[in-house]
T-cell receptor, first 111, second 112 residues
Framework: QKEVEQDPGPLSVPEGAIVSLNCTYSNSAFQYFMWYRQYSRKGPELLMYTYSSGNKEDGRFTAQVDKSSKYISLFIRDSQPSDSATYLCAMSGSSGYALNFGKGTSLLVTP | AAGVIQSPRHLIKEKRETATLKCYPIPRHDTVYWYQQGPGQDPQFLISFYEKMQSDKGSIPDRFSAQQFSDYHSELNMSSLELGDSALYFC???????????FGPGTRLTVT
């Protein structure tokens, strides 16, 4: 069983909607949490990263970490068609800095 | 801003052949990671290097080897290629003790 679980979707929302993406994890030793966006056949693009519980905001994106529940979220406000991509959560810190990824959630934002 | 560079971007090889993938990290990044992403899968960690030394090892087959050079670029050498090695291979770089990793565009390897 994967240490990081993520609903693969697909998730379809209308333009302007608030999107909520989530991951759960089982390894309490994970300390660092990241969200990547990946367009088809492209490399993962780092969106957000944090190492503590709480919220971190960057423009339309908010990352939320709840270590007590082993649950992380990414919120996208005012979603745009250009946000259509696969969103991967990733975490590390249990042993070195190697990333453990979720399966990724496919998001489609329709005009 | 400069990004991670990977070459070649596409590679087609036959079974039992060898392949070499190259990665040039972001300037002033001294740590390199290699990941393999199969079709419809999430990236799987293979191996990492810091200051030319292997720093961590994941699910890298014995047929694969890698190294990091004095200019911090890294090469992934793959021998006795199998059909199952067909995948996207990503390199990521970071500064030492920085947990955030920045990925390159990947090399798409097709083994026929």
């Amino acid at each position: 069983q994967k240490e990081v679980e993520q609903d693969p979707g697909p998730l379809s929302v209308p333009e302007g909607a608030i999107v909520s993406l989530n991951c759960t994890y089982s390894n309490s030793a994970f300390q660092y949490f990241m969200w990547y966006r990946q367009y088809s056949r492209k490399g993962p693009e780092l969106l957000m990263y944090t190492y503590s519980s709480g919220n971190k905001e960057d423009g339309r994106f908010t990352a939320q970490v709840d270590k007590s529940s082993k649950y992380i979220s990414l919120f996208i406000r005012d979603s745009q068609p250009s946000d259509s991509a696969t969103y991967l959560c990733a975490m590390s810190g249990s042993s070195g800095y190697a990333l453990n990824f979720g399966k990724g959630t496919s998001l489609l934002v329709t005009p | 801003a400069a990004g991670v560079i990977q070459s070649p971007r596409h590679l087609i090889k036959e079974k039992r052949e060898t392949a070499t993938l190259k990665c040039y990290p972001i300037p002033r990044h001294d740590t390199v990671y290699w990941y393999q992403q199969g079709p419809g899968q999430d990236p799987q960690f293979l191996i990492s290097f810091y200051e030319k030394m292997q720093s961590d090892k994941g699910s890298i087959p014995d047929r694969f080897s890698a190294q990091q050079f004095s200019d911090y670029h890294s090469e992934l050498n793959m021998s006795s290629l199998e059909l199952g090695d067909s995948a996207l291979y990503f390199c990521a770089s970071s500064r030492l003790a920085a947990y955030e990793q920045y990925f390159g565009p990947g090399t798409r390897l097709t083994v026929t």
